[in-house]
């Protein structure tokens, strides 16, 4: 199966920064396809959010904290650049950092 790994510090309020990496599938996508490549950014935000102390399932402010750090532009800007795809780079750019919580 076909996959990223993305890696981010994780900042934690409790312990001093860490490394973390998560796993992102992509052999299921055709990424040059629109719904495909929003697919994966939505992936990538999971991994963003987890590697940066927040969750799918972390309250509001909790995902909107962890979005508006260094971590998470880090997280996805490294990801997207991993997977090396026009079209994903394409619809990151145009909505940058506001894209996955739309």
């Keep these: 199966m076909k996959s990223l790994m993305i890696a981010a510090l994780a900042l934690t309020m409790a312990a001093p920064a860490v490394a973390a990496e998560r796993s992102v599938a992509t052999a299921d996508l ?6 495909d490549a929003q697919r ?3 992936r990538l935000d ?6 940066c102390g927040a969750s799918v399932n972390s309250v509001t402010e909790t995902r909107r904290a ?12 490294a990801g997207v650049a991993a997977v090396n795809s026009p079209t994903v780079s394409d619809l990151y750019r145009e909505r940058g950092r506001t894209y996955a919580a739309r």
Aim: aromatic share 4%.
């Design 40 to 42: 994966v950014l939505r």
């Design 66 to 77: 962890a979005r508006a750090s260094d971590c998470y532009a880090q997280a996805m800007d």
């Design 46 to 51: 999971q991994a963003a959010l987890e590697v």
């Design 30 to 35: 055709t990424l040059s396809r629109p719904a």
